[in-house]
C-alpha cells in the first residue's frame, strides 16, 4: 500500500522477462527483437546512412552509358514483277512464278547475320572499336560489342537493334550501322530465294554456253568433212521437233533439281514435276525409237547425212536449251534485284536523350535495403554473442575449442 503524498518508484529492467522452468527452454516474447533492435537503433540507422552515401558515392563515379535502338524490318520474300515475261518460258513458268515452297521466316537468318563475325568486324573497324573498347585483340572486341548490343525479334516480325555506349551520338550511328551493314551483305550472299535461284541459273547458262560452242565446232568440222550444208525438209522438220522435245526434258530438268534445293521430297509441285519430266522422257524415247505417228525414227535419215544430222540435231537442242536458260536467269536477275537490300527502317536509332545506366536511385535503394538487412543481423548476432557469454559453460566451450585449434597447429608444423 503507498502512503499518501509518497511515490513508489518502480525499476524498468533494460532485459525482457524471461519466464524460466526447471529443464525447459527459455520462453522469448513475441516483442523481443524489436526491443533488441530499439535498444541498438542508433548503430543500426549509422550503418545504413553511411551506406547510402557510399552507394550513392559509388553511383555518381559509374560511367553512364546511353542506348541508341533502330527497328527494322528484313527483306521480304515478295512475288516477282518479272512474271509478266513467263509466258516466254514454257514449261519452266510454273516454276518461275514463286509458289511457295515452305520456306520459313528469315527473320532468325538475318539476326544471325547481324550477329555475324563478318559484321561485328566492319563495325570495330569502322568505330575504331579495338582502341576506344581498349582492347589489344580482335576477338575481345567482338565480345564486349556483343555484351554492349541487343538484337531481338517479336512475333511481329519487326527486329529491334539496340546498342549501348558512352556517347549518345556514337550509339545511334553504331546502332544505323548494322542495318547498312545488313543491306551490304545481303547483296554479296543469296538469301533470298530469287537470289538462290540466279546463282543456280547463272552456273546453268555458263554449262550451256560451253555445251552449245562446243557442238558447233563439232558441227563446222562435220561439215567440212562431209561437204553437207543444209539437209531436205522433212529431216528440218524432224529435226527440230526432236531438238525442241529434248530442250523440253532438259529445262524439266532443270527445274525439278531447282525445285529440289528448297522443298521437301513430299511437296505437291515437286511430286508433279518429276511426273511431267517421266512423261517427256519416253516421249523422247518413242520418237528416236520411230513411235510416234508423226515422225519417223531417226535410224531412218539417210546415211550420208546422219552424222550431220546428229551434229545439228546437237547445237539445235544447246540452242533451245540455251535460251529457255537465258530466259529464266534474266528473271532470276530481276527478282533479286527488286527484293535484295530492300531492308525497310521503321525507326532509325536517334541519339538518346536520357541515359540508360547507372540506375542511381534503384542502386541506393537496393544498397539502403541490404544495409538495413545487415545491420539487423549484426546486432542480432551480436545480442546473441553477449548472452551466450554470460551462460558458464561459454567459458568451458571457448577453452576447448582453443585447445583444439593450439592441437591442430602444432601437429601441422610437425608434419
Known amino acids: 500500500?503507498?502512503?499518501?503524498?509518497?511515490?513508489?518508484?518502480?525499476?524498468?529492467?533494460?532485459?525482457?522477462?524471461?519466464?524460466?522452468?526447471?529443464?525447459?527452454?527459455?520462453?522469448?516474447?513475441?516483442?523481443?527483437?524489436?526491443?533488441?533492435?530499439?535498444?541498438?537503433?542508433?548503430?543500426?540507422?549509422?550503418?545504413?546512412?553511411?551506406?547510402?552515401?557510399?552507394?550513392?558515392?559509388?553511383?555518381?563515379?559509374?560511367?553512364?552509358?546511353?542506348?541508341?535502338?533502330?527497328?527494322?524490318?528484313?527483306?521480304?520474300?515478295?512475288?516477282?514483277?518479272?512474271?509478266?515475261?513467263?509466258?516466254?518460258?514454257?514449261?519452266?513458268?510454273?516454276?518461275?512464278?514463286?509458289?511457295?515452297?515452305?520456306?520459313?521466316?528469315?527473320?532468325?537468318?538475318?539476326?544471325?547475320?547481324?550477329?555475324?563475325?563478318?559484321?561485328?568486324?566492319?563495325?570495330?573497324?569502322?568505330?575504331?572499336?579495338?582502341?576506344?573498347?581498349?582492347?589489344?585483340?580482335?576477338?575481345?572486341?567482338?565480345?564486349?560489342?556483343?555484351?554492349?548490343?541487343?538484337?531481338?525479334?517479336?512475333?511481329?516480325?519487326?527486329?529491334?537493334?539496340?546498342?549501348?555506349?558512352?556517347?549518345?551520338?556514337?550509339?545511334?550511328?553504331?546502332?544505323?550501322?548494322?542495318?547498312?551493314?545488313?543491306?551490304?551483305?545481303?547483296?554479296?550472299?543469296?538469301?533470298?530465294?530469287?537470289?538462290?535461284?540466279?546463282?543456280?541459273?547463272?552456273?546453268?547458262?555458263?554449262?550451256?554456253?560451253?555445251?552449245?560452242?562446243?557442238?558447233?565446232?563439232?558441227?563446222?568440222?562435220?561439215?567440212?568433212?562431209?561437204?553437207?550444208?543444209?539437209?531436205?525438209?522433212?529431216?528440218?522438220v524432224m529435226l527440230q521437233a526432236y531438238a525442241d522435245l529434248r530442250a523440253q526434258v532438259s529445262a524439266k530438268e532443270v527445274q525439278v533439281q531447282a525445285m529440289q534445293t528448297f522443298a521437301t521430297p513430299g511437296n505437291p509441285d515437286l511430286i508433279r514435276s518429276q511426273q511431267e519430266l517421266a512423261a517427256l522422257r519416253v516421249q523422247v524415247a518413242h520418237f528416236e525409237q520411230g513411235q510416234s505417228g508423226r515422225s519417223m525414227a531417226l535410224e531412218k535419215v539417210p546415211r550420208a547425212g546422219l552424222d550431220y544430222l546428229r551434229r545439228l540435231r546437237e547445237v539445235k537442242y544447246r540452242e533451245t536449251l540455251f535460251e529457255l536458260l537465258a530466259k529464266q536467269y534474266e528473271i532470276a536477275r530481276i527478282d533479286e534485284a527488286e527484293g535484295a537490300g530492300l531492308v525497310q527502317v521503321l525507326d532509325r536509332a536517334l541519339p538518346p536523350e536520357k541515359k540508360s545506366w547507372p540506375p542511381r536511385a534503384a542502386l541506393v535503394l537496393v544498397a539502403t535495403l541490404l544495409a538495413l538487412m545487415v545491420g539487423a543481423a549484426i546486432v542480432f548476432v551480436q545480442e546473441s554473442f553477449r548472452r551466450a557469454k554470460e551462460t558458464p559453460q561459454f567459458a568451458e566451450q571457448l577453452a576447448l575449442l582453443k585447445s583444439y585449434l593450439v592441437r591442430q597447429v602444432k601437429s601441422t608444423r610437425s608434419n
Open 1 to 236: 500500500m503507498v502512503r499518501p503524498g509518497k511515490t513508489e518508484t518502480v525499476e524498468i529492467s533494460e532485459e525482457p522477462y524471461i519466464s524460466e522452468a526447471p529443464d525447459a527452454v527459455p520462453y522469448r516474447h513475441i516483442f523481443q527483437p524489436a526491443i533488441i533492435v530499439a535498444r541498438r537503433k542508433s548503430f543500426i540507422w549509422r550503418f545504413v546512412l553511411i551506406v547510402a552515401v557510399l552507394s550513392a558515392g559509388i553511383s555518381l563515379l559509374l560511367p553512364k552509358y546511353f542506348t541508341a535502338t533502330t527497328k527494322m524490318l528484313p527483306p521480304q520474300q515478295n512475288q516477282s514483277i518479272a512474271t509478266a515475261l513467263l509466258g516466254q518460258l514454257g514449261p519452266l513458268a510454273g516454276f518461275a512464278g514463286g509458289k511457295d515452297l515452305g520456306i520459313r521466316s528469315p527473320n532468325d537468318m538475318y539476326m544471325s547475320m547481324l550477329r555475324s563475325r563478318t559484321v561485328a568486324d566492319s563495325l570495330i573497324d569502322r568505330f575504331s572499336l579495338m582502341g576506344l573498347y581498349r582492347e589489344e585483340k580482335r576477338i575481345d572486341a567482338r565480345t564486349k560489342l556483343a555484351d554492349r548490343t541487343e538484337i531481338t525479334s517479336g512475333r511481329d516480325g519487326i527486329i529491334v537493334i539496340s546498342v549501348a555506349d558512352r556517347d549518345p551520338v556514337r550509339a545511334a550511328n553504331m546502332a544505323n550501322a548494322y542495318v547498312e551493314e545488313l543491306e551490304k551483305l545481303t547483296r554479296t550472299l543469296a538469301v533470298t530465294d530469287a537470289g538462290k535461284k540466279r546463282l543456280f541459273f547463272e552456273q546453268e547458262v555458263k554449262t550451256a554456253s560451253d555445251d552449245l560452242a562446243r557442238a558447233e565446232d563439232e558441227l563446222k568440222a562435220t561439215q567440212e568433212t562431209t561437204g553437207i550444208i543444209q539437209l531436205d525438209s522433212q529431216a528440218k
